[in-house]
């Protein structure tokens, strides 16, 4: 029975029968098109400097030829091009050597006359030939001979003045003759409109006249400067309407290069300048350049047009900045450029293009980051500073903010600081507050309309975009890598983000700035981490989607109670109300909290302040370290607690956590004592059974438990200096033995490590302690038959804990005893021997690797399948 495939799949094969068929065809069509080409009779020449080779084609002149295949390449009588080149460029550079030779060397042996003869003669050769080569359509070859002509005309310059004109300055005669040569090579390569190299030439020689007539004139550097954006203006004009792109892309370096050296020399002016008088003539020569900038960006393209203007408001800062600057002191000179940088944002309403406007508000971004930048570190200071309190706990309150921060900035010269942060943050609160006035005013510099339009072969997803002013299209192809612009509701996020921030710093600085009073300071600080935690209880219970507001002030409120929690560490009762509060005030906020993560953030953090006071108790109680640990675990036994009341709230896991972390300090503290440790010990594997009641914590509470309880026996034993500990361990194990039995018969599933793990590691983990540091031999006998019985137990009954406790504690018994005559076999084999039995091992075991493999993986499955 013959098999109809549905229509859809029957549809779907005929389409891509049809695409292989019109594939195959259009192949066909372009190669007899190709042969019909090579058919024809060939034309007399070639156009000059077409090289038919390098893109596969038929040799021009043929009159319908189409392009060949790509990748197909006929043979061509000629030599190849890049043969032709390298000839050209050894020719020209061995005429060039024997130029410069003969005008270094064998000048002088001619007379004058001889001496003009020659040059003229050779410089006039080299400047006709490639007029006549190119008639010839020998374009390679002209080009070759103009660059020996350029470094003809160049010797003849040197052969002038070393002749004609010796006693003239070096520097003003190479201005002079740079113009000259400029001139005359502009001319020549207008006339030669072929070749490619007299017009880039002619715009390097003219990059010096002016520069170097203002050195020889002895010129003050404002003079320099003028001269080199002279310079630079030249090259704009070059660069928007010279011939070719070599020529352009020849100007735009050198206009680059000569408009940054003008900034560089007007800025510096500007900055060293004396007074607003002094700062005038160099803001004059800045204000020149931005409008040199601007007229340049008016008519470039795209990149440019927004370089220029970046150029143009970084420009224009520093030249109406500068003047009020100059009549500030050092720390309130940032503020006047932060001022015309937030002006610069007025120029979305001056009608200046697209583009240009763009970067005259990415110069006032720029300008607004250095002004932040400036005064950033003197906030981390402030938030860092009182890390130095650390080493000096509770040594009386400092006189002032600033003494309480140990920092050496020069805090007056750093008064303005406040007054930035200050500013920006109401600029950008504002713009948060009226974000539709804002993107109203904004949206002459929005993003362009984009209207969908299919591509050649009608595929859906690119999108045409007419650019104002210009009629040529551009396509952007969306999708995952697409670049996307941020949405209006995260830049306004954005901004309200910053000026809360920004607005925190500012608070912070002034009262460093002021010196405020250390009480002052302390209870300033913890009222500002009470409002932030507000705010961001506040913002994420709106729902208004302003997410990175809230997350902001949740950021700042944690790294300010940090700060003020060490800046409280200077008074004890300071340090008393500060974490107390903190405690308090960050508990509040994880009640009120409607989020997970910044409940659970908070949570964290009130549980941190809460151990910290506890050890401040210790303190205050002229407790030792290890003394004071049990009074640590009050936190700890609290978060176990609170954790029973609140279950499975995803709060509960973080607070336990950050409750155990308390009691690893608590241990911690104890380690120097040893009968404080076992009961420090002892005490969190209570709070550990006591988490274990509950279910969901039981896996992991009831294991920890038990082997702090173990560990808490094995501490008090050594403590003690018992030398027996079976004595205290059996009466242990064998119970613990009983129980196991009587779980595995009640439930034969259950676990041996459950079972009869902690049982058997009262006793075996001890012991083993004890048989390492006794030198009798009854002890390890002992323990090593009680190891071996209880391993082949395991192995008789399947016993995974039996098995593996029993194995490991009989191999480390058997390794003590078996220590002493190893070292003394080691010291007696000959020093060789050790090494060859290790690569014997080596070999054996890399020979046999999958058999090995094998078998450690059916130990593991034996191991296993074991209870």
């Given amino acids: 029975m013959e098999h109809v495939p549905p229509p859809a799949e029957e549809l779907a094969r005929l389409d891509r029968e049809l695409a292989e068929l019109d594939s195959r065809r259009a192949q066909l069509l372009t190669r007899r098109a190709w042969l019909l080409a090579a058919l024809r009779p060939p034309a007399p020449t070639a156009a000059p400097g077409w090289n038919p080779s390098a893109w596969g084609a038929p040799p021009p002149g043929r009159p319908g030829a189409p392009a060949q295949p790509w990748g197909y390449v006929p043979k061509q009588p000629s030599a190849p091009r890049s043969a032709q080149n390298v000839l050209l460029t050894l020719g020209g550079l061995l005429l060039t050597v024997a130029a410069v030779a003969f005008t270094l060397v064998s000048w002088g042996s001619m007379g004058i006359g001889g001496r003009s003869a020659v040059l003229a003669a050779v410089t006039l050769g080299a400047l006709i030939a490639p007029a006549v080569l190119l008639r010839r359509g020998l374009a390679a070859t002209a080009e070759a001979l103009a660059a020996l002509a350029l470094v003809l005309t160049l010797l003849d310059v040197y052969a002038v003045h070393a002749v004609a004109a010796p ?51 002895g010129a003050p550097a404002l003079v320099v400067g003028w001269a ?44 060293t300048a004396s007074g607003p008088l002094g700062a005038a003539a160099p803001g004059a020569l800045l204000l020149a350049a931005v409008a040199a900038a601007l007229a340049g960006a008016w008519r470039a393209p795209q990149g440019f047009a927004r370089t220029g203007g970046v150029v143009a408001g970084l420009a224009a800062v520093a030249a109406v900045g500068g003047v009020p600057a100059a009549a500030l002191s050092d720390g309130w000179r940032v503020l006047a450029y932060l001022l015309c940088g937030l002006a610069l944002a007025g120029v979305v309403r001056a009608g200046l293009p697209r583009d240009a406007a763009r970067g005259v508000l ?18 981390a200071a402030v938030l860092l500073g009182p890390v130095t309190l ?13 003494s309480a921060l140990g920092s050496t900035l020069p805090w007056s010269e750093l008064a303005a600081a406040p007054v930035v942060l200050a500013l920006v943050a109401g600029l950008l609160g504002s713009a948060y507050r009226w974000w539709p006035s804002v993107v109203r005013i904004a949206a002459p510099l929005g993003a362009r309309e984009e209207t969908p339009k299919p591509d050649a072969a009608g595929t859906p997803g690119a999108a045409w975009t007419a650019p104002s002013g210009t009629g040529a299209p551009w396509y952007t192809v969306g999708g995952a890598g697409a670049r996307r612009r941020p949405s209006g509701a995260a830049l306004r996020g954005a901004a309200g983000a910053g000026a809360l921030a920004l607005g925190w710093g500012a608070l912070l600085l002034a009262g460093v700035v002021l010196d405020v009073p250390y009480a002052v300071a302390v209870a300033g600080e913890t009222a500002l981490v009470g409002g932030l935690l507000a705010l961001a209880v506040r913002g994420a219970g709106s729902g208004r989607g302003a997410s990175a507001v809230p997350l902001t002030a949740l950021v700042a409120a944690v790294s300010g109670a940090v700060s003020v929690g060490l800046l409280s560490l200077a008074s004890e009762g300071a340090a008393y109300a500060v974490f107390g509060t903190l405690a308090v005030l960050f508990a509040g906020a994880a009640v009120r909290m409607g989020a997970e993560v910044p409940r659970a953030v908070f949570a964290v953090a009130s549980v941190v302040w809460g151990t910290v006071l506890t050890g401040f108790a210790g303190r205050s109680l002229a407790l030792d370290p290890h003394e004071a640990a049990p009074l640590v675990l009050l936190v700890p036994a609290l978060t176990v607690l609170l954790g029973a009341r609140l279950r499975r709230n995803p709060v509960a896991l973080p607070v336990e956590l950050t409750g155990a972390l308390g009691a690893l300090v608590a241990v911690g503290l104890a380690v120097s004592d040893a009968p404080f440790l076992a009961l420090v010990l002892a005490l969190c594997g209570v709070l550990a059974a006591g988490a274990a009641v509950r279910p969901e914590r039981r896996p992991v509470a009831g294991y920890l438990a038990a082997a702090l309880f173990v ?12 030398s027996f500990p079976e004595a205290y361990t059996l009466p242990v194990t064998v119970p613990a033995l009983v129980v196991g039995v009587a779980r595995r018969r009640r439930d034969p599933e259950a676990s041996s490590w459950t079972a009869y793990g902690p049982g058997l590691a009262a006793t075996l983990l001890p012991s083993l302690a004890v048989a390492w540091t006794d030198t009798d031999w009854l002890r390890p006998l002992l323990l090593g038959v009680a190891t071996l019985v209880i391993t082949l137990l395991g192995a008789r009954y399947r016993l995974q804990s039996l098995l593996v406790l029993g194995g490991a504690v009989l191999a480390l018994d058997g390794l003590h ?23 014997l091992l080596l070999l054996v075991v890399g020979a046999t690797y999958e058999q090995r493999l094998r078998d450690a993986r059916r130990l593991k499955d034996a191991l296993g399948r074991m209870r």
């Fill in 362 to 379: 990415a110069a006032s971004g720029a300008v607004v980051a250095g002004a932040l930048v400036w005064a950033l570190p003197s906030l």
């Fill in 817 to 839: 005893e078996l220590a002493p005559y190893v070292a003394q076999v080691a010291g007696a084999l000959p020093r060789w021997l050790p090494p060859a039995l290790a690569g």
């Fill in 711 to 722: 560990l808490a026996t094995w501490v008090r034993l050594a403590a003690s200096e018992v």
């Fill in 228 to 271: 080199l954006l002279a310079t630079a203006v030249l090259d704009g004009v070059i660069a928007l309407w010279g011939k070719g792109p070599g020529v352009r892309v020849t100007a735009c370096v050198g206009g680059s290069a000569m408009g940054f050296s003008a900034l560089m020399v007007g800025l510096a002016l500007s900055t």
């Fill in 167 to 217: 006693d003239t300055d070096g520097l003003g005669f190479t201005a002079a003759a740079s113009a000259v040569l400029a001139v005359l090579w502009t001319a020549y390569g207008l006339a030669l409109g072929k070749l490619r190299l007299p017009l880039p030439a002619a715009v390097v020689l003219a990059q010096w006249p002016l520069l170097f007539w203002a050195w020889v004139a």
């Fill in 390 to 402: 650390l080493s000096d706990v509770w040594a009386g309150p400092p006189e002032g903010f600033r």
